[in-house]
């Protein structure tokens, strides 16, 4: 295997393809390489920690056609450090020889014959626009949970909804749900649950890109992005009725300006010691006022104008879930409704209908 390719052509291939490696040291030393495949004047790098596979192709110049397996953060650093220009790949013998200009390294490749083999989509592809589906999922994403222990919270559900997609994603003290107008996607009635860690690859993958093309397996989803492939497995279980957190009515809505809000979210969160202390909404016929109390450090507090119709209350939220919440949502202005002040909170984007952010208060005294 030899070849040569522009140092930031062949970086940002080894660190896209290399997200897909596993950091993990309890699993097959193999797993934490990329694979390096050259032929036709193609390179074609994968990395995978068997869950998610991302497969990532570029133009080289080849001189010998071959594979090999190579450490993936190690790589990708020695290329993101070499000289502007271009860099000669080889493998020969023991050593994967990288360099450029005056500078050379070697590094041992790992056994081809123990990295996974990757196979292709078996279905046909739903393209979909990609400005389009990077903006949903950055909505959804950011509601799905991290923690291991409940894999079900962290999914993305994808579901079809009469002649639409919604996707929802919660951890449980939040809930994000993304309506789309892409109900060809799936069959009437089909779900997926799909990980929100491929799908947070696919937004960043996404951005930018005119489509995306989506091939849906039964047990696995491929995403395809120009010259990028991401696999992941679906997820296996059951996912929570959401619905059943969602108020039918809500008697008492604020609407305030979003970047007034977001901007005073930032200063009174100063004095929210990381998130650890709640942010009180006081809600007011004209205006909200903002405050956060830490007991020995300090506090803060904010008036910004609003419009509120209800009952006045004071309520309260977790800062950075209401601030995640608040930036998600489109639009100048945006929309608080609540029922009480231990009841669920929706936001929205006044005029955006198609997104929603559900938000568990915190109790205060």
Do not use: W
């Not at 089909?190 to 849906?216: I, T």
């Not at 202005?333 to 909170?345: G, Q, Y």
């Amino acid at each position: 295997m030899k070849f040569r390719c522009e140092r930031e052509i062949l970086a940002t291939a080894l660190a896209t393809a290399g997200r897909g490696a596993t950091n993990s040291t309890g699993t097959s030393p193999v797993l934490s390489g990329v694979r390096l495949d050259v032929a036709d004047d193609t390179l074609t790098i994968t990395g995978t920690d068997l869950e998610l596979t991302i497969k990532a192709s570029v133009p080289v110049g080849m001189e010998e056609p071959g594979s090999t397996v190579i450490p993936a953060r190690l790589t990708a650093d020695i290329v993101k450090s070499l000289p502007a220009g271009s860099v000669d790949v080889e493998l020969t013998g023991d050593n994967v020889s990288i360099s450029a200009q005056r500078s050379q390294f070697a590094v041992r490749p790992m056994a081809v014959a123990d990295f996974p083999s990757i196979g292709a989509p078996s279905s046909e592809p739903f393209v979909l626009s990609g400005s389009t589906m990077s903006a949903a999922l950055g909505q959804v994403v950011r509601a799905a949970s991290t923690d291991e222990a409940r894999q079900q919270l962290t999914g993305v559900l994808i579901v079809s909804e009469d002649d639409a997609v919604r996707m929802v994603a919660t951890d449980s003290y939040r809930l994000a749900v993304r309506d789309l107008d892409e109900g060809a996607l799936l069959g009437a009635g089909q779900q997926v649950l799909v990980p929100a860690r491929a799908l947070n690859e696919v937004q960043r993958l996404v951005s930018g890109a005119e489509d995306l093309k989506v091939y849906l397996g039964d047990n696995d989803v491929v995403f395809e992005i120009g010259d990028v492939h991401l696999t992941t497995r679906l997820i296996a279980a059951d996912y929570p009725n959401y619905r059943n957190l969602l108020p039918s009515s809500y008697p008492n809505v604020a609407t305030i300006g979003r970047d007034a809000l977001l901007d005073a979210l930032r200063r009174v969160r100063l004095l929210a010691q990381g998130g650890a202390t709640p942010v009180r909404l006081q809600l007011e016929s004209d205006h909200v006022i903002l405050s956060a109390i830490t007991t020995d450090v300090g506090e803060a507090s904010e008036q910004i104008d609003a419009s509120f119709e209800g009952e006045p209350m004071t309520v309260a939220f977790n800062p950075d879930y209401l601030a995640a919440g608040v930036d998600a949502v489109d639009g100048d202005e945006v929309r608080l409704a609540v029922v009480d002040p231990m009841k669920p909170a929706v936001l929205r984007g006044v005029g955006h209908d198609e997104y929603l952010y559900l938000l568990m208060p915190v109790r205060v005294p």
